[in-house]
């Protein structure tokens, strides 16, 4: 299984980047899927999720700016960054949680079975 995520760099701040995440080895219509930041520091917080049907779900620091999607057919899920604030950097990590609930999904990192290498978002004036 694996998660390559890419699409991170930099970006100022009000600007807008777009993560992605290729997923392959894995049934990926059979994962609800997760991204996941980290800041230097301990823990890595929720960011969004997206069901195996398509419903998101978004912690409140994001909500309205960033917009989660999957694309089943490629086995691919984005981030879309939108008015991005400096408390935005860090890296940025996908997730995958296999669940045999259509709506089902996680917001804690133990939820989640395979995660990618992560993506650098780095925020300037």
């Known amino acids: 299984v694996q998660l390559q995520a890419c699409g991170g760099g930099s970006v100022q701040v009000g600007g807008c980047v777009r993560l992605s995440c290729a997923v392959s080895g894995l049934n990926f219509r059979e994962y609800a899927m997760g991204w996941f930041r980290q800041a230097p520091g301990p823990g890595r917080e929720f960011v969004s999720a997206i069901t195996r049907t398509g419903s998101r779900y978004y912690d409140d620091f994001v909500r309205g700016r960033f917009t989660i999607s999957r694309d089943n057919a490629k086995n691919m899920v984005h981030l879309q960054l939108n008015n991005v604030k400096w408390e935005d950097a860090s890296f940025y990590y996908c997730?995958?949680?296999?669940?045999?609930?259509?709506?089902?999904?996680?917001?804690?990192?133990?939820?989640?079975?395979?995660w990618g290498q992560g993506t650098l978002v780095t925020v300037s004036s």
């Open positions: 997730a995958a949680r296999r669940t045999g609930d259509p709506n089902d999904y996680g917001r804690r990192v133990d939820e989640y079975h395979y």
